[in-house]
Structures are given as C-alpha cells and as structure tokens.
C-alpha cells in the first residue's frame, strides 16, 4: 500500500474510533439517565433545533444519516412517550410537521446538557 493510501486508511480508522467510541458513551449516559438512546435524542435535539415553531418531517430526514424507515420508526417511539407530536400540513396533505411536547423539551433540555458534556469528554 502506498504512503498516501496507508495514510487515508489510518485516517479513516480514526475518525472511526472516534465516532464509535463517543457515539456508545453518549448512548449509554442517555440510556442510564434519560431511558433515551442516541437515535432518540438526535430526532429530539434536530427538532429543537428546528428555526420553525415545528420541525418538517421531510427536512428531519435530510440532516441525519438515518434512513427514512429509522427516522419514521425513531419518531413513533417519541411520538408513543408523549415527547413528540406530529401534525398535518395544512397545505399539503403529505407532509407531516413535528415538535416537542413539553415533556420533549424538558427532557432534551436536561439530556442536552449530559449530551454536550459526553461530546466535549471524548473529543476535546
């Protein structure tokens, strides 16, 4: 393998190791303390993020790595606990918007706060 390959690879490994080693202890301090995982908070931190009062489902699929099926199935979980609501587009029929309930937004507030602290922990 050639010095640049080599180093491509090793690269690629460690970016990896990184994602996989943050991603399982964010999934565990989640897990622990919110009875959340990763895939969840992702959905609840994308629609708190959302500029609008609600969140496209449409758009939501488009800013995580998740298949439409993943997200589809993630937001029934989060719909099911009361921490999302999903609601009709008046305009268009086919599109479905999204926001937190108030118990989304006190449990994102409180495991944003744990989420930041496990990023900052494995990455800084």
């Known amino acids: 393998m050639a010095t640049t390959d080599r180093q491509l690879v090793e690269q690629w490994r460690s970016i990896q190791d ?14 622990s303390k919110f009875d959340i995982g990763l895939n969840e908070f992702e959905i609840l931190d994308l629609v708190a993020e959302s500029s609008d009062t609600a969140c496209r489902m449409k758009a939501l699929g488009e ?3 998740m298949t439409q099926s993943a997200v589809s199935k993630v937001v029934d979980r989060l719909e099911k606990a009361g921490l999302l609501a999903r609601h009709s587009c008046a305009d268009d029929r086919r599109s479905l918007f ?7 937004r006190k449990l994102h507030k409180q495991a944003a706060v744990e989420h930041r602290a496990v990023l900052k922990e494995n990455l800084s």
Request: aromatic share 8%.
């Open 18 to 31: 990184a994602y996989f080693r943050t991603s399982c202890a964010i999934d565990r301090a989640l897990e």
């Open 63 to 65: 800013r995580t790595p």
């Open 98 to 104: 999204l926001e937190l309930t108030e118990a989304g």
